[in-house]
């Protein structure tokens, strides 16, 4: 499959949130088409050679920028789009590589080196900390800048 | 013989009781605490009170209603429960069409009643097959094959359902969220041989469990000065993450 479409696979996985968090069914498309937006932007971001934390911040701020306009226009509160939207970019990657690491680590015999599932544990817990990070503050952002006025 | 007034002075423990309803409706269904005392605060004023002293905890909700001169306090207890956007989104338009005078105190109190009783759009099987759909599309995006998502499809819709059978059965997250982990890494882990990315099916298969709203909710309070409010979401979503790496660790010591 072309890394392109891939980014298509965002709208299902946010329908099916949308749904657990019992969305209005009219808020359903708009939400699958934030998160696919969202996907395609961190994607192009990351082709022009951003990293993964700061694409993961400028697609969140984008999701929940136009999610604030889009709740406005319907007459939804707006983290119903917004966290739908933003649940494809969670890095689930590096969360199970975490995991599996540390298990890795844990069984390890007495006197064995688990100096590389340490590293590799250690970054993957950062990588995937820093990516909810950027994920979480984007989508807060938008709301909070954009309800004082 | 009684003397009416033209306009009655509006009653402070009704102002209190329905904004304190309303408040409680938003906080149980995934509303961050802004919303919250936000919609204490304009539901009261809306209703009639001059001076609104609100308080928002994690686990509770407090306002001071004063009118006039008169005075009520009311507490109302409210553990955190699931999310819910359709009563997120209902409190709101209620409390809009308050403001803007489209409905009385009366019409308000029917509003928020009707959002009570009838809180869920799909069934829950419905929703365990379109969150289990989910997952495998989680599969495609960390670049499984076809079959990986339908092998994810099934084991994540598979631990979908034991989480709304446990969480019917009011067990707490630290038990269902392991339970249902296990059973989704579980049918995933047996049927692995089937796809040629199984790490991909493996990692998405229990996205299900990750806490969005809470850690999402969680970062909009720190960033609006909620300080103890984010810790406590923050730390149920980690008491979640570690509920579900047991589930999955011990599930992968079967399998992998």
Known sequence: ?149 | MDVRLPHPPPDPARIAKLALDAAVLVHQSGGDTARTTATLDRAARALGAGRVDAIVSSLSLGVTVSVDGRQETALRRAPHMGVNFRVLSGVSRAVNALEAGRVGANGFATLLDDLESYPHYYPAWLVAVFVGFACGAFAALFHGDLMAVAVTSVGAALGMRVRQLLAQRHFKPFVFAPAAAFVATLVVGLLKSLTGTPEAALAASVLFLIPGVPLINGAADLLSGSYLNALVRLTMGAVFVVGLALGMSVALRIVA
């Open chain 1, 1 to 149: 499959m072309s890394s392109w479409l891939i980014s298509l696979w965002a709208a299902p996985a946010a329908l099916g949130f949308a749904l657990l968090f019992n969305a209005p069914p009219r808020a359903l498309w708009a939400a699958a088409v934030l998160a696919v937006i969202g996907r395609l932007l961190r994607d192009v971001l990351m082709h022009t050679g951003i990293d993964i934390t700061l694409g993961t911040l400028l697609a969140a701020l984008a999701i929940g920028g136009l999610a604030e306009l889009w709740a406005r226009r319907a007459r939804l509160a707006a983290p119903v789009f917004a966290i739908s939207a933003a649940i494809p970019m969670v890095p689930g990657v590096s969360m199970y590589e975490a995991v599996h690491a540390l298990m890795k680590l844990s069984g390890l015999a007495a006197g064995q080196s688990g100096e590389a599932y340490l590293v590799d544990a250690g970054s993957s817990i950062v990588r995937a900390a820093m990516i909810l990070l950027a994920l979480t503050i984007g989508i807060a952002m938008p709301s909070l800048l954009m309800r004082k006025r």
